[in-house]
């Protein structure tokens, strides 16, 4: 151990190494396009909401929002449902496909070679690595 500096370093190199080694290389990131992505996580923020209200939100042309929404239904990760205040109206909202796409497209890392990893450690030492990784992230008070 030295000092909180030489501590820091240490840890930047460690992590270059872990990130290096346990970052996802399966290619799943690409298959969401940036403006399926957008649309995604802006339903997964906002809430269910219909066509028109998500190209407002979203800034962009609504037959343009509607081609991207009728394409995610088509892959099973958007569904459109009937507003229950207003039949008139349909709601566009993701289904658990699409949690699970958005969630996929969110890890940076591989959970199967961390879990391989994870498995060569004892519990008390993944929960230790847990513990002093969240009292690391928590002590700064920055939020990414």
Same mark, same amino acid.
């Given at each position: 151990?030295?000092?909180?500096?030489?501590?820091?370093?240490?840890?930047?190199?460690?992590?270059r190494e872990a990130y290096l080694r346990f970052h996802r290389r399966d290619g799943k990131r690409a298959e969401l396009s940036g403006a399926s992505r957008a649309v995604l996580l802006h339903l997964s923020?906002?809430?269910?909401?219909?066509? %028109?209200?998500?190209? =407002?939100?979203? !800034?962009?042309?609504?037959?343009?929002?509607?081609?991207?929404?009728?394409? *995610?239904? %088509?892959?099973?990760? =958007?569904?459109? !449902?009937?507003?229950?205040?207003?039949?008139?109206?349909?709601?566009?909202? *993701?289904?658990?496909e699409g949690f699970a796409v958005l969630r996929a497209d969110r890890e940076v890392l591989s959970i199967d070679a961390l879990a391989e990893a994870f498995g060569g450690l004892t519990a008390a030492e993944r929960a230790g690595l847990l513990t002093t990784l969240s009292q690391l992230v928590r002590s700064n008070g920055a939020t990414p």
């Open positions: 151990m030295g000092t909180a500096e030489q501590d820091a370093r240490g840890f930047a190199e460690l992590f923020q906002a809430g269910p909401m219909t066509v %028109g209200e998500l190209a =407002l939100h979203l !800034e962009r042309a609504q037959s343009v929002v509607s081609e991207i929404v009728s394409q *995610l239904e %088509g892959k099973g990760v =958007l569904e459109r !449902e009937p507003d229950p205040q207003d039949r008139r109206r349909t709601l566009v909202w *993701l289904t658990p």
